[in-house]
């Protein structure tokens, strides 16, 4: 069954860090192209972070110098560290693998910044 599950969402105050993880199983992860995105309350779908196969990043503008995308092929886990987080940067914050012929979702993991 293939499956992206991620967790470490939760209630921050601004400017603190959270840590978001997602864990695949049932595909071959090392071949995947891995990506956070994010979708605040009646607003789209938004790239945050993307890390390739190779270990390529790409960033957001408004995660640039904030937030950090790793992953851990044996593992099968990409990672999203966020720093000095923001009220903006409130959302469900979904994970995605994607390679040619196949997307994957996870069902999201909900992040509030919030004094």
């Known amino acids: 069954q293939v499956q992206l599950v991620e967790s470490g969402g939760g209630l921050v105050q601004p400017g603190g860090s959270l840590r978001l993880s997602c864990e695949a199983s049932?595909?071959?992860?090392?071949?995947?192209?891995m990506t956070w995105y994010r979708q605040a309350p009646g607003k789209q779908r938004e790239l945050v972070a993307a890390i390739t196969t190779g270990g390529g990043t790409n960033y957001a503008d408004s995660a640039k110098g904030r937030f950090a995308i790793s992953r851990d092929n044996a593992k099968n886990t990409v990672y999203l560290q966020m720093n000095s987080l923001k009220p903006e940067d409130t959302a469900v914050y979904y994970c995605?693998?994607?390679?040619?012929?196949?997307?994957?979702w996870g069902q999201g993991t909900q992040v509030t910044v919030s004094s």
């Open positions: 995605n693998a994607r390679k040619i012929g196949r997307d994957v």
């Open positions: 049932g595909i071959i992860f090392r071949l995947y192209d």
